[in-house]
């Protein structure tokens, strides 16, 4: 490929579509009046998402690689745009009123939404490290400002923070180890890289580099021991933004860490060094998630360490591919999409359940809710029982997968370390249902009406969560598809 031609720039035409959506929402912004609602904004930004999702779908039919094989378009990078426009469609409802009632009038916060997907978008896309790095950044910036948008509240500002100075940390370590990567093979192309690799040209650099690139991705994924900041982080960041960067930018780095590790794991060498990697931050998330879980009194911090946990699942699918690439890959894929689905439902209601200045986040203030608001109540049972993982929901299926994979590697021990952990998970999720239905309210925590785009946003992540329970063929189906293109 020596020129860039039209083919090239429908193949990033989400990422640009979503950057003229962000461009003229902030142009926007200061044409409204101070008081008056960021609505229109709002909707703006909610025309932007669902046009990229479309020009996502229309992607399948211009697959290939794009500027100088930097960017490649085909089933696994289409599943993770689309997966993460989704996202951004159901965050964008579930903000309306949220924005309203926390006095929020700042409608950069819309387009901070739209670019920082434009870098998550990138990131899954991306088959170069320094425009994976470009991307990265991309993403980071809008969610570190959208982290301490609570502009009144101390712990808002706090979480952005210390978001911001340990995310920089990390981002320093995924920067170093691309450098020594590009010293140890003479390339950041991932492909090229894998070639090196396998051919056995590389020394201990190599090794530096992988686990460097690790560290910093796992910060951002909330893998232990780099969960440090997440609980603070989610407790003081608007319930929506939690919803946010709990998974979209989760599904990007899952995607980077897919094509990082598999051209690892390409190389007999590189094997056991980057599976060990894996293995014990596995093990650890999932433990340390689950253990922190359980003495949490407020909602945001139970769900933060619940993410750890989760993360620490979908690691396990990322040690299928030793043995057998295809299906790893694809369990990887479907929990990414899953968790996205439960996740989001879940902060969509605590967001609005939270209330002015989000006072209401406790578990104490959702006894009772059961006869205050019996629809939000079975709502928020669904994605309570899919974290769990209890059929018919896609958590169920989720987790089926994954410890197929890991038995299909013969990593029993690990396969019994989750199961373990996922009942023990039971508990606090079920904890939550039971205080919602069984006890007596406590406290005066109103119940607003549902407004109509909360309620969207809702009810199509229990569709979604539902259908991946009940009917999950089809999306696996796509998964190992997604799979078998990232493999070849």
């Not at 210390?162 to 981002?171: D, E, H, I, R, W």
Request: glycine share 8%; proline share 4%; net charge neutral.
């Amino acid at each position: 490929m020596t020129q860039v031609t039209g083919a090239d720039y429908i193949r990033i035409l989400p990422e640009i579509i979503l950057t003229l959506f962000g461009m003229a929402v902030m142009m926007a912004d200061p044409l409204l009046p101070p008081k008056k609602s960021r609505k229109p904004l709002g909707l703006l930004a909610l025309v932007g998402a669902i046009a990229a999702a479309v020009a996502t779908v229309m992607q399948s039919n211009y697959t290939g690689t794009a500027f100088f094989d930097m960017i490649a378009v085909n089933s696994f990078s289409i599943f993770f745009h689309l997966l993460i426009a989704l996202i951004v469609i159901v965050i964008i409802l579930a903000s309306y009123e949220y924005l309203e009632i926390q006095h929020i009038n700042l409608g950069e916060y819309y387009g901070l939404i739209l670019f920082g997907a434009v870098g998550m978008m990138l990131m899954s896309s991306a088959t170069e490290l320094v425009l994976i790095f470009i991307a990265l950044e991309i993403s980071s910036i809008s969610t570190y400002v959208l982290a301490g948008f609570r502009r009144k509240s101390a712990g808002s500002s706090e979480s952005s923070l210390k978001y911001f100075l340990l995310g920089s940390f990390a981002t320093a370590f995924f920067l170093y180890g691309v450098a020594l990567m590009f010293g140890a093979t003479g390339s950041t192309s991932i492909a090229e890289i894998a070639r090196q690799l396998q051919a056995g040209h590389t020394g201990l650099l190599a090794f530096v580099a992988l686990a460097l690139m690790f560290v910093g991705l796992g910060f951002k994924i909330a893998s232990a021991p780099f969960h440090i900041w997440t609980p603070d982080v989610y407790e003081g960041a608007p319930a929506p933004v939690v919803g946010l960067m709990s998974t979209a930018p989760k599904a990007a780095v899952f995607a980077v860490l897919l094509r990082i590790l598999f051209a690892a794991a390409s190389a007999s060498a590189f094997s056991s060094a980057w599976f060990w990697l894996v293995w014990v931050s596995a093990a650890l998330s999932m433990t340390l998630g689950n253990i922190g879980a359980l003495v949490q009194n407020n909602v945001k911090r139970m769900l933060a360490y619940s993410s750890i946990a989760h993360a620490g699942y979908m690691l396990v699918a990322f040690l299928g591919p030793a043995t057998n690439p295809q299906v790893g890959i694809s369990a990887a894929i479907f929990y990414t999409a899953s968790y996205a689905a439960m996740n989001v439902g879940a902060f969509c209601i605590v967001s609005h359940l939270a209330g002015s200045e989000e006072r209401y986040v406790t578990l104490d203030d959702y006894a009772g809710l059961s006869q205050r608001s019996p629809w939000l109540a079975a709502m928020l049972s669904i994605f309570m029982l899919s974290l769990i993982g209890i059929p018919p929901t896609a958590g169920f299926f989720a987790k089926y997968y994954v410890f197929n994979a890991a038995l299909h590697a013969n990593l029993v021990g690990l396969a019994v370390i989750g199961l373990i952990n996922s009942a023990v998970a039971a508990y606090y999720y079920l904890r939550l249902i039971v205080v919602m239905y069984m006890r007596d309210s406590k406290t005066e925590a109103p119940v607003l009406p549902v407004p109509a785009s909360l309620g969207v946003a809702v009810v199509l992540s229990a569709v979604a969560t539902l259908y991946l329970g009940i009917w999950p063929q089809r999306i696996l189906e796509y998964a190992l598809r997604s799979a078998h293109d990232l493999i070849h």
